[in-house]
């Protein structure tokens, strides 16, 4: 019983942890301080549209869809699909 108690507790903190992580992300991402459009065709664009897609993924699931909005016009920035002048 107690292994099982353990395994709920790990899964609640680790929720948490994505959860604070996501909201973070999305902090500066919603603060406009990086130019995305810097990362396209970047050794690291790879790991940037997953990580984007990850949140996205998130906030669908925890129905905040205004979010998503503003990552996703950063991940297609990032795919090089919608350059800003």
Do not use: H, P
Request: proline share 0%; hydrophobic share 35%; glycine share 4%.
């Amino acid at each position: 019983m107690m292994e099982f108690e353990s395994e709920m507790y790990g899964e609640e903190i680790q929720s948490q942890i994505k959860d604070k992580l996501a909201r973070k992300n999305y902090e500066v991402i919603a603060s406009e301080d990086i130019n995305f459009e810097d990362f396209y065709g970047k050794e690291n664009q790879a790991e940037i549209e997953k990580t984007l897609n990850d949140m996205i993924k998130y906030f669908t699931e925890t129905e905040e869809y205004e979010k998503c909005t503003i990552i996703l016009k950063n991940l297609k920035k990032v795919q090089g699909n919608m350059i800003s002048v």
